[in-house]
Antibody
């Protein structure tokens, strides 16, 4: 069965970086994209960007341009999301999700989430 | 960015009720509209994609309709497991924005 297993929670100081991993199993990793969505405590969902596993192309939300990097390691079927220059308002649950579709894209399987806390 | 606005922000309903949630896009998005359900402490789960297509394994009491700028998610007969927050999301253009969510609570 399709599974996305994310790395554990992190506590970081303002200005630091965090790298969250998302290990995929149960499907052909290179056949789908991976997106990252975050959710601040008590708030809604925010799309951060996505990466094509097939060719490594990325598309980041303008809000995160210059601070986020999404990568993959096809040898381990793992996607990564690095966020730099962390601020307190980056405190959130970060989810990876599989992107499915050829015309109509949507996110059909999700990781369990990784809580990133930014605090001095 | 395309703004997605849901209404209402919350609603109270009873088991067996018919529930309708509305999502409006800031510009036409054709049928590039998805609906997700999220329960507390859990990741979202897709219910409907491409405006009206039911995701495999999702009960048929969930349905979606609309195109252009106005969309609806309908739950024909609310069940206890349906109390959750629902989000619409457009996949017409990046960034793939979400609505602010509609919390469905027990009356």
């Amino acid at each position: 069965q399709v599974q996305l297993e994310q790395s554990g929670g992190e506590v970081k100081k303002p200005g630091a970086s965090v790298k969250v991993s998302c290990k995929a199993s149960g499907y052909s990793f290179t056949s789908y994209g991976i997106c990252w969505v975050r959710q601040a405590p008590g708030e809604g969902l925010e799309w951060m960007g996505w990466i094509s596993i097939y060719n490594g192309d990325t598309n980041y939300a303008q809000k995160f341009q210059g601070r986020v990097t999404m990568t993959t390691d096809t040898s381990t079927s793992t996607a990564y999301m690095e966020l730099r220059s962390l601020r307190s308002d980056d405190t959130a649950m970060y989810y990876c999700a599989r992107v499915i579709g050829t015309t109509y894209y949507y996110f059909d399987f999700w990781g369990q989430g990784t809580l990133v806390t930014v605090s001095s | 960015d395309i703004q997605m606005t849901q209404s209402p922000s919350s609603l109270s309903a009873s088991v067996g009720d018919r529930v309708t949630i509305t999502c409006r896009a800031g510009q036409s998005i054709s049928s590039y509209l998805n609906w997700y359900q999220q329960k507390p402490g859990k990741a979202p789960k897709v219910l409907i994609y491409a405006a009206f297509r039911l995701q495999s394994g999702v009960p048929s009491r969930f349905s979606g309709s609309g195109s252009g700028t106005d969309f609806t998610l309908t739950i024909s007969s609310l069940q206890p497991e349906d109390f959750a927050t629902y989000y619409c999301q457009q996949s017409y253009s990046t960034p793939y924005t979400f609505g602010q969510g509609t919390k469905v609570e027990i009356k």
